[in-house]
């Protein structure tokens, strides 16, 4: 019996579709008894982790205040607090960004969303290297193509991925 062949591409896809992200999305639990799942970002110190918002220049600011304010509201930010730059353990950043698509598809943007950990990776097998690395995530596994975003749904996106982070990062840091 012979079976039918999938296309590479389709086979992709499917993997990005059903892909859960390098991040921790569901409730700590058993899978076994001696396997418990825990976030990746348990032990984060938040007060050494940089905070980045890519977004065009007119939107940026807006977004990086928005983002702030809901981490002070969660209690991981102090008001008028820096996150720092050079001292950082690790980098979050936050991508909302539209990317017009005239040439291809005109009239069109291609929409990327995504919050992710940025850390220093350093391999059991050579502890002298490190890569950067994304060590946490919470994104649309592939760019949407639309008519346009609006700063409402930015907003939305914006609190969504800021939610998921906090809410894991709590579950994992349960103290703070």
Not at 91 to 107: A, F, H
Not at 142 to 171: C, G, N, T, W
């Amino acid at each position: 019996m012979r079976l039918p062949r999938i296309p590479i591409s389709h086979m992709l896809v499917t993997l990005l579709l059903l892909h859960p992200g390098v991040g921790y999305s569901g409730e700590a639990r058993s899978t076994t008894q001696k396997e418990i799942m825990i976030p990746t970002v348990t032990g984060l110190d938040f007060d050494k982790v940089g905070f980045f918002v890519s977004a065009p220049p007119e939107y940026r600011d807006r977004r990086y205040a928005r983002a702030m304010n809901q981490f002070m509201k969660a209690g991981l930010s102090k008001p008028d607090q820096s996150r720092p730059t050079n001292d950082a353990i690790a980098t979050l950043m936050l991508t909302l960004n539209t990317i017009p698509l005239d040439e291809t598809c005109p009239g069109k943007v291609m929409y990327v969303q995504k919050l992710e950990l940025w850390e220093k990776v350093f391999p059991a097998r050579n502890p002298n290297i490190w890569a950067p690395s994304v060590t946490w995530s919470y994104a649309m596994p592939i760019p949407i193509i639309v008519d346009r975003v609006s700063v409402e749904q930015l907003e939305a996106d914006l609190d969504r991925h800021i939610f998921e982070f906090i809410r894991s990062y709590k579950m994992g840091n349960p103290a703070k």
